[in-house]
């Protein structure tokens, strides 16, 4: 018995230098590897806005998810993505909740009150979708009618202080404007041009209006005062945009015309 007991804690002593050496030797390689030792950088979107935004399944695609992919390997950072209502994207950047907010955001002078934007990587244009067929053909035909808009955006500002807020509806998503404007509920919606073709295209009856409303920059909100997370995502930028990343990312999402 005694013996046995000997033997079982040689072999009890032997796994746990085992363990300790296993341990041991995982943590050098854990540096060696960058892939898993990473830092995370978060990313505030709404993932409802194709093709910069949206969820194929239960991932995150599109163009600004692949340039903060791009961007967040320069950085030696893992992104991670935080879905949320646009209308949030810039108070959760200022609260520290995420460390950036990407998500077809446009420049405007109100937003750089309140964040900082980086240099831009996309240009957008607001445009108008009407259903085939409607007596909307130009921006003067909007006055009077009901425009659905995305709660927010810049289409949103833009028709409420051009046509009065009484004649803008609000909905939490561009799709559901679009919906809405099938069932009849607005006569046209204002919002980005690209999202605006996905959904034409994916609802067909619609059609979108040759007139340009507005023409923007989109970049990337950060809170204010965070030169360092700024300066080094604009080196990062500056780089993908050189070595022709950016123009690759945003060429397959969206066709040259
Ligand atoms: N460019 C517009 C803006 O900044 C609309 C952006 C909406 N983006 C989104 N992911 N839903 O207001």
């Given amino acids: 018995m005694k013996k046995f007991l000997a033997l079982l804690m040689v072999a009890v002593l032997a796994v746990v230098m085992v363990a300790c ?3 041991k030797t995982t943590e050098p390689a854990k540096d060696a590897n960058p892939a898993e030792a990473t830092e995370v950088i978060k990313m505030g979107t709404n993932a409802a806005f194709p093709p910069y935004e ?3 399944g239960e991932k995150f695609v599109g163009i600004d998810v692949e340039i903060a992919e791009a961007i967040a390997a320069k950085l030696g950072m893992k992104l991670e993505i935080v879905d949320m209502e646009f209308d949030s994207i810039i108070t959760s950047v200022n609260q520290g909740e995420v460390d950036f907010g990407m998500a077809g955001m446009t420049v405007t002078e109100e937003r750089l009150e309140e964040v900082d934007f980086t240099s831009s990587y996309a240009t957008g244009v607001q445009v108008v979708i009407v259903a085939e067929g409607s007596d909307i053909t130009s921006l003067d035909d909007l006055e009077g009618k009901k ?3 995305q709660l927010g955006t810049t289409g949103d500002i833009y028709a409420s202080d051009d046509f009065g807020s009484d004649n803008v509806v609000q909905y939490g998503k561009g799709a559901d404007a679009v919906i809405a404007l099938k069932g009849g509920d607005v006569d046209a919606v204002i919002i980005d041009n690209e999202p605006a073709k996905a959904f ?3 609802n067909g009856g619609l059609k979108i209006l ?3 409303y507005a023409i923007e920059d989109y970049a990337i909100a950060i809170k204010k005062g965070n030169t360092e997370l700024l300066d080094k995502i604009n ?3 500056e780089e993908l945009t050189a070595d022709g990343t950016i123009d690759a990312i945003i ?5 040259a015309e």
């Fill in 147 to 149: 425009i659905g808009v």
């Fill in 54 to 56: 949206f969820k194929e």
């Fill in 251 to 255: 060429s397959e999402y969206i066709s």
């Fill in 235 to 237: 080196a990062a930028l």
């Fill in 200 to 202: 034409v295209e994916e």
């Fill in 21 to 23: 050496g296993g341990a």
């Fill in 210 to 212: 040759e007139t340009e």
